[in-house]
């Protein structure tokens, strides 16, 4: 707690799943001076979000919910200038912000699920990134912050049906690589952390809202919660300024790897 005390952390996609775990577990971690900045498309939720963070913890933790879509470019570029003054040193980015639209195989794939896909997960991640990366490099030491890109195991595997958003997420973990090594004279620490099955909204999102085809995915399994991915984040950020948790994979206990789980029954 320590460590974050005086921060301010961006979440990006914070309306729902890891990223809303992701700032309820970092005001927990540090329910004294803390300053939370909650992005994404749905405002409301986000609302919700800052009212409940304030029930929790009290008023240590200030939230800013901000509407944002990692995909428009233009707002991505304006969305530092638009902060109040008091709210733009920012210290840790967690650009978390993503989705994966339809089981497609090529050439059926959705012209649209495809624009989509990597307009949030790749080019977003990257204006996102470019966007706050100047003010980590105004800090000492060639600068200062953290970066923590949630790619996926998608990124290190791929799999039929999941062929566009296994590439975006491969797409983010080059990004990451090389970025870690482009700032590597800085003290800024660029972070990659890799969910496996995860029971969010991301389902019900790639199956366009269709419910029962999302839970039949986590049919016999036990997933991990968005809690439990929000616990590595957090854990990655408040490690001393000389470590570096550069890449983490993280899998329920059934997972193996994309496509290997083990279901009961
Ligand atoms: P959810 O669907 O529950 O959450 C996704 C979040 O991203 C929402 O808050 C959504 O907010 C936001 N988002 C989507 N598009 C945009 C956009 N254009 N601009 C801003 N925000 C956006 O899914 P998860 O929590 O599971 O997903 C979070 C991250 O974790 C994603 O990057 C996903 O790829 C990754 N991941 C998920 C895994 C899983 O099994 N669930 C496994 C591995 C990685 P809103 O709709 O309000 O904009
Ligand atoms: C989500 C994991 O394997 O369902 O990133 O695509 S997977």
Same mark, same amino acid.
């Given at each position: 707690?320590?460590?974050?005390?005086?921060?301010?952390?961006?979440?990006?996609?914070?309306?729902?799943?890891?990223?809303?775990?992701?700032?309820?577990?970092?005001?927990?971690?540090?329910?004294?001076?803390?300053?939370?900045?909650?992005?994404?498309?749905?405002? *409301?939720?986000?609302?919700?979000?800052?009212?409940?963070? $304030? /029930?929790?913890?009290? !008023? @240590?933790?200030?939230?800013?919910?901000? =509407?944002?879509?990692?995909?428009?470019?233009?707002?991505?570029?304006?969305?530092?200038?638009?902060?109040?003054?008091?709210?733009?040193?920012?210290?840790?980015?967690?650009?978390?912000?993503?989705?994966?639209?339809?089981?497609?195989?090529?050439?059926?794939?959705?012209?649209?699920?495809?624009?989509?896909?990597?307009?949030?997960?790749?080019?977003?991640?990257?204006?996102?990134?470019?966007?706050?990366?100047?003010?980590?490099?105004?800090?000492?030491?060639?600068?200062?912050? *953290?970066?923590?890109?949630?790619?996926?195991?998608?990124? $290190? /595997?791929?799999?039929? !049906? @999941?062929?566009?958003?296994?590439?975006? =997420?491969?797409?983010?973990?080059?990004?990451?690589?090389?970025?870690?090594?482009?700032?590597?004279?800085?003290?800024?620490?660029?972070?990659?952390?890799?969910?496996?099955?995860?029971?969010?909204?991301?389902?019900?999102?790639?199956?366009?809202?269709?419910?029962?085809?999302?839970?039949?995915?986590?049919?016999?399994?036990?997933?991990?919660?968005?809690?439990?991915?929000?616990?590595?984040?957090?854990?990655?950020?408040?490690?001393?300024?000389?470590?570096?948790?550069?890449?983490?994979?993280?899998?329920?206990?059934?997972?193996?790897?994309?496509?290997?789980?083990?279901?009961?029954?």
């Amino acid at each position: 707690a320590k460590r974050l005390s005086g921060k301010t952390i961006l979440i990006t996609g914070a309306s729902s799943g890891i990223g809303r775990s992701t700032a309820l577990e970092f005001a927990r971690t540090s329910p004294q001076n803390l300053r939370l900045i909650l992005t994404a498309r749905r405002e *409301d939720a986000l609302r919700e979000l800052r009212d409940q963070i $304030r /029930e929790e913890v009290g !008023g @240590g933790v200030e939230v800013l919910p901000v =509407k944002l879509d990692v995909s428009d470019a233009d707002a991505v570029r304006g969305f530092v200038g638009n902060l109040p003054e008091e709210w733009r040193d920012i210290n840790v980015l967690v650009n978390n912000a993503g989705l994966v639209r339809g089981v497609d195989r090529a050439p059926e794939i959705k012209e649209d699920d495809i624009n989509v896909m990597f307009a949030t997960n790749v080019t977003g991640l990257i204006n996102m990134t470019q966007a706050i990366l100047p003010i980590f490099l105004k800090r000492p030491e060639g600068g200062q912050g *953290d970066i923590i890109n949630i790619s996926s195991i998608a990124g $290190r /595997e791929s799999y039929p !049906g @999941g062929s566009i958003y296994c590439a975006s =997420k491969a797409a983010v973990k080059s990004f990451t690589d090389s970025l870690r090594k482009e700032l590597i004279a800085s003290r800024v620490r660029v972070i990659s952390v890799d969910p496996g099955q995860v029971e969010t909204e991301f389902s019900v999102v790639r199956f366009y809202g269709d419910k029962s085809k999302a839970d039949a995915v986590y049919a016999g399994c036990t997933p991990l919660t968005p809690d439990d991915i929000a616990e590595v984040i957090v854990f990655t950020a408040t490690r001393p300024e000389n470590v570096v948790v550069a890449d983490s994979l993280i899998f329920p206990n059934h997972q193996a790897s994309a496509t290997i789980m083990h279901r009961k029954g």
